[in-house]
């Protein structure tokens, strides 16, 4: 009987791993975290520079703020869209061969 220094493997932990394996990667890759941060990332861009446009740039289009205003517009997409993703994260893939809530 030769133990060679293995530790047993237990399946339902291997399992148990490859699962949260599993869960981490569907979150890590959801959509809507990619989405949500590009557009939270360009939001305080635009924003920032419609806040120091000139009279010309407001002059321009036709007295609206039209940079502070899209930019506030896609902080709050972005920001609904990382929302969403926090409040309903992604379920992982169901194992090969297995039906998804099984």
């Not at 047993?8 to 569907?26: F, G, N, Y």
């Not at 635009?46 to 120091?52: E, K, N, P, R």
């Amino acid at each position: 009987m030769s133990n060679d220094g293995q530790p047993a493997k237990d399946p339902l932990i291997d399992e148990t791993q490859a699962e949260q394996r599993r869960s981490a990667a569907a979150r890590l890759f959801d959509i809507r975290r990619v989405i949500g941060g590009l557009f939270v990332a360009y939001g305080v861009i635009v924003t920032l520079i419609g806040i120091f446009d000139s009279r010309a740039e407001i002059d321009k289009a036709e007295g609206v703020r039209i940079n502070l205003w899209a930019g506030l517009a896609m902080l709050a997409f972005g920001l609904l869209m990382l929302l969403w993703q926090w409040l309903r994260p992604a379920e992982p893939p169901a194992p090969n061969g297995q039906q998804p809530g099984s």
